[in-house]
T-cell receptor, first 116, second 115 residues
Framework: NAGVMQNPRHLVRRRGQEARLRCSPM?????VYWYRQLPEEGLKFMVYLQKENIIDESGMPKERFSAEFPKEGPSILRIQQVVRGDSAAYFC??????????????FGEGSWLTVV | AQKITQTQPGMFVQEKEAVTLDCTYD???????LFWYKQPSSGEMIFLIY??????QNATEGRYSLNFQKARKSANLVISASQLGDSAMYFCAMSSRGGADGLTFGKGTHLIIQP
């Protein structure tokens, strides 16, 4: 049973380009969370999705960022027209439950975005 | 809204000593969970230990134990007999039924174990 798979692990983009980060949740998990970790900081919630639905995007910047979790395929976090401040680690987590309880949330290994 | 506070940005500890990493939390929910994660320099988030708000016993996992003091809203992580491989960032986090956003994280403590 594979864990949460994120790719790419490392991504370098020039300012103004687009970044796409992918997350395949664990088998049987229909709840996906995206977090961002800036240097020297803890993880900050961005968005919570279920299949084909965005449940809570209160942590997403209003512009340039979007997320989806289609019926088939991985969840995608998309950042358009990247700026240097978008450089961070982006973590995906999945859970079989709507509310995290016990050790039921599993993290991917993260995707490190560097904007040059 | 939930909040996690970790007041120790960094700690240096001698190998084989016990370590206590502080964590206090704030929530208005009655049902919640508390987590500790380790993040080594390679970057992945490694789950260490979980404590539910209704659990009467303190959680233990091998060398890790969680000192849960509900009235004080603290959930300190204790690592017994520290090892060089324990050097990493440590994050305290919480979940609650009032929030659909998974976990709320503290800013972390950078633990360095010295030989």
């Amino acid at each position: 049973n594979a864990g949460v798979m994120q790719n790419p692990r490392h991504l370098v983009r020039r300012r103004g380009q687009e970044a796409r980060l992918r997350c395949s949740p664990m088998k049987g998990h229909s709840h996906v969370y995206w977090y961002r970790q800036l240097p020297e900081e803890g993880l900050k919630f961005m968005v919570y999705l279920q299949k084909e639905n965005i449940i809570d995007e209160s942590g997403m910047p209003k512009e340039r960022f979007s997320a989806e979790f289609p019926k088939e395929g991985p969840s995608i976090l998309r950042i358009q027209q990247v700026v240097r401040g978008d450089s961070a680690a982006y973590f995906c987590a999945s859970s079989p439950l709507a509310v995290v309880s016990g050790n039921t949330i599993y993290f991917g290994e993260g995707s490190w975005l560097t904007v040059v | 809204a939930q909040k996690i506070t970790q007041t120790q940005p960094g700690m240096f500890v001698q190998e084989k000593e016990a370590v206590t990493l502080d964590c206090t939390y704030d929530t208005s929910d009655q049902s919640y969970g508390l987590f500790w994660y380790k993040q080594p320099s390679s970057g992945e988030m490694i789950f260490l230990i979980y404590q539910g708000s209704y659990d009467e016993q303190n959680a233990t996992e091998g060398r890790y134990s969680l000192n849960f003091q509900k009235a004080r809203k603290s959930a300190n992580l204790v690592i017994s007999a520290s090892q060089l491989g324990d050097s990493a960032m440590y994050f305290c986090a919480m979940s609650s039924r009032g929030g659909a956003d998974g976990l709320t994280f503290g800013k972390g403590t950078h633990l360095i174990i010295q030989p």
